[in-house]
């Protein structure tokens, strides 16, 4: 994963144009992407489809002719949506256009204007004060011009046409944590996840921020109903604990799951209420969808002092996060993936388990023990109304036993789905 | 508001007579008044208006012809509807008519015998302990009669019949706490909420204890389901902490603003959940009408050693408390009269606010950061599920933030009450 | 009760076969019981009437003739249903049919093998110990055979056909807390009850673990509807604090009345929730009747190390434990017969409660104070949706308090059942 980030570190993506097309194309080295371009002045939703923005080349040059800020050198240099520009000004006029981060003055901020139309350059603040006044000649050579918004799916299959969203945001430049680590971590989740057939058919979703989401919302009206559950991933890759944003729902079912299994796996972690401002989040769980989709980052935004900085680079994000990331989704989605509720055909009673060869003494190893307790507990709470995590929360049995317990008891006959 | 407790202090009130209608006229002087004469033998729910009690002198008198207790010096020296007497009789005899609190030797008690014809005298222990043995006159000079049962309405009118009631209790003689501050501060909120035009339909009830508000229930049958919401006034002067008495719905939207407003007002205060004892709240929360009305005091009933005692006089009450409680009762109805239920009209992701001028950069100032994220909150909830108030506590912004994105979005069209 | 416990402590009894009916035959002098026979074969719910088993002799005796375990000795030294055997067998081959406690090498385990053909011995790991090399004789004089299956019912008639089940089990050989206390102490209880004409009519079942309870399910199919609450008896008589386990439905009536009644009585004990292993009530509670069934005992099964052992003999039990568990059984059905959901019938205001001579004064005594404000309770709680053991609770005052209130307003004709 780690590789991938690296690949895809230096692109300047924005919400349209080149970068984001050959993030993609990297992107499905990895696994196969049906990739979208939607036209400009597309209406979606509430919003309209922006110009397609590109850069070939940026710089602010001293009157020598040497690039004191260089978009070579790294694509925040330049405000992302940028107009073009091509003039010579004094810097006491150009500073108006600087965004540099005074507390921080060794680093580069990210900064755009996507609606607004605007030109300027972020630079380290150590690099704007050693600058000599005078005369600068500045260059953004960059178009808006009708194009297209591009975003990219790769669906995994399942047994139910049900499906599970996977979204992260393609829209950041060079930015590490936020969201390459989550690109990453999304990618090869898919991979994981194709090798068994889930249950539920996986989506995932590469799309730039807020007005990619949008696109997808508005060009899915028909798919929405069979979306079930979801997750959004950003900053996946940082080293701190996991942070869990609860869907807006607050009780959907990909909410109960990840607490438990984040709760079961003993990581330090955090679960936090639904809050409208975020990443894509914001709008599967607008009210009038109303997604059952939360969000897992490590560190959340804005929580870190790198955040939107160059310091976001890849040596940011540490292949052991990403890993760790990586392996709760794989839990997380293993139990999401088997969660049911069962009705027991033979409520009266407990049937007796003996004849069929279900009921071990209970005097014999503890892991026998445990299943067999799993399987009354499944007994006693198939009622139709309790899910299997409702069953492992309240016997305080491991999820896979008592899914393991259902197996059985279903293969005889006992419960069905 | 004290100088109103001081012209009302002397008056001797009762559950009927002209010491309420004096008081009437006093509270009229400062906000227009609806007199409502209710005469004996009215049926009023379970009850009958009883006969009214005017009082003209009383007096023990030793057989110099001094008077040792006088009614024209405190109201509270006669037993509240004592049947006339005059008679002499010896101490020894006298004793069974008097009430003194020994606890308290300088204090006189207050006490009343409205349904069981009795007569009676209160007076301090000292001042019984001073007394010689010997023949004393006793006289009480007052009248039970068919007559009327008095009570008072004002109404602030507002944009919706929709009513709030305010409700106090008049019945008490001279008590400053209990009652005359609540009179007062109920009279200063209408005139108050007069300035402006509320929402809410505002009455204000100014009716005796018990038969008084059971009085209103039956005459008001037609208007009880246009009263949304309501709050009884008492013991609203002294010097102890705010305490609001939940309805008997507990849940109801005056329960909820209440709390609300006295947490984030900082106030050090208490919340107790409903009991079927204390003032009119008794009737509106009885179970046929159970009305959302709660009680604001500051130190409830019996809670302090001056209640129903001599003690309990102008000095007890404070102009800065009774200030204190009209301006919580202010700001709860600045939040009930705004607390509505919106809902997005466009609800599929969110809508673009930069367009309608309604976005400004999160960079910007504190205020405009809280106002934006209000603005995002009240699209999440407007649902037509969740209030104003679900928003302001959900997100824990200021009531008054949320309220105001709620405007700002109304103007512009992105949501609906 | 003690004596009860060491009359039935010697009979060998089992899920079936005369040792139960012996033990019905006692209890049968303290109380008259309705005794049915089921016969084998017999199809209940998901099970199957087993066969009957009897046992008359049982030995393992040295080459010189000497029982060195003995049933005579017993009921637990043979494995509860073991089939027949008669041979002689080197002590190297005895050794897989012999069961010990290691642990406690002085006790002898209580160990059964109802629905898989066994024979065995159970016998202090001292006395295997002791016993030297060479051959011995086995012999079990058992018959496993079509016969019956036993179980036993006492009614108490109540004043309504509504029911509360009380159930022990009677299937255990020789051993007093399991579950000779509980059968003690139903017996009693059903004594008590008699004594009375209760609201409810409680019908006593003493049947075998399991099996019993299935079949009384099974035949008592029209009957279900009527049982409305219900408390299984188990582990009653030892020196550990009370502990009652909830039933499935965690809210039932009787879970509320146990909590309840075990807070106020403050007795240190211990509020469970429902498991699907234990007693009876898994099958009482078993999803398809989901009865209001709990479970009172003092320390729970397998929480005290004699448990299953013949240290469970009637020593370990104590009147005073079982007089106390009895006395709770008492207090909780006390409560749970006189709670009723009343509807007031002056719902508007309040009555006036003078005029009908239940209006205390509240200057009066304070029990006097406590039934006036019971009554106030009673009537604002009484809307058809609050028993009147919420009104204790919301109230704080006494259960018996708030009935008594309740009894005074009814004779009234203010409320209504």
Redesign the interface.
């Known amino acids: 994963m780690h590789e991938l980030v690296e690949r895809l570190y230096p692109l300047c993506r924005s919400i349209t144009g080149d970068g984001v097309r050959a993030t993609l194309d990297i992107v499905g080295e990895y696994v196969p992407l049906q990739v979208h371009e939607v036209p400009t002045g597309t209406q979606v939703?509430?919003?309209t489809v922006p110009q397609e923005w590109n850069i070939r080349d940026a710089y602010i040059a001293d009157t020598a002719g040497n690039r004191v800020v260089d978009f070579a050198a790294s694509s925040l240099h330049v405000l992302g949506y940028s107009v073009p520009v091509s003039r010579t000004m004094p810097l006491s006029e150009l500073r108006a256009h600087l965004h540099t981060l005074p507390e921080h003055p060794s680093w580069v901020p990210y900064r755009t204007s996507y609606?607004?139309p605007e030109w300027g350059f972020c630079l380290a603040q150590d690099t704007l004060d050693a600058l000599p006044d005078g005369d600068y000649e500045v260059r953004v050579d960059s178009t808006l011009a009708d194009g297209h918004l591009t975003y990219a799916e790769h669906v995994v299959p399942g047994q139910v046409p049900d499906e599970v969203i996977v979204s992260c945001h393609t829209c950041h430049p060079s930015l590490a944590n936020d969201n390459l680590a989550g690109i990453a971590v999304a990618t090869f989740l898919a991979r994981a996840l194709a090798e068994q057939t889930p249950y539920y058919t996986y989506r995932f979703i590469y799309a730039p921020g807020?007005i990619g989401?949008?696109t997808w919302?508005?060009r899915n009206a028909e798919r929405i109903e069979k979306v079930k559950h979801g997750l959004v991933l950003a900053c996946a890759g940082d080293s701190g604990q996991l942070t869990y944003k609860q869907s807006?729902r607050g009780d959907a079912e990909i909410d109960r799951v990840l607490r438990h299994v984040l709760a079961a796996s003993e990581r330090s972690h955090s679960v936090k209420?639904f809050?409208?401002?975020g990443y894509d989040e914001?709008?599967y769980?607008?009210?009038?969808?109303?997604l059952g989709v939360g969000s897992l980052s490590r560190t959340p935004y804005a929580g870190y002092p790198e955040y939107h900085t160059s310091a976001d680079n890849p040596d940011f994000v540490s292949p052991e996060a990403m890993t760790d990331t990586l392996s709760l989704c794989r839990e997380a989605f293993a139990v999401l993936d088997r969660n049911r509720r069962y009705v027991?055909l033979?409520?009266?009673?407990?049937?007796?388990l003996?004849?069929r060869g279900l009921y071990e003494s209970l005097g014999g190893r503890s892991d026998a023990k445990q299943a067999q307790?799993a399987m009354?507990?499944v007994?006693?709470?198939?009622?139709g109304e309790h899910s299997l995590l409702d069953v492992a929360e309240?016997?305080g049995l491991p999820f896979d036993t008592v899914a393991g317990a259902a197996d059985a008891l279903g293969a005889a006959g006992l419960i069905k789905a």
Chains 1, 2, 3 share one sequence.
Do not use: H, V
Request: net charge positive; glycine share 6%.
């Open positions: 939703l509430d919003w609606y607004k807020t989401a949008i919302l508005a807006r209420e809050t409208p401002y914001r709008q769980c607008s009210p009038g969808f109303n027991n033979s409520p009266y009673g407990e049937p007796q003996g004849r307790m009354l507990w007994l006693s709470l198939s009622d309240r016997s």
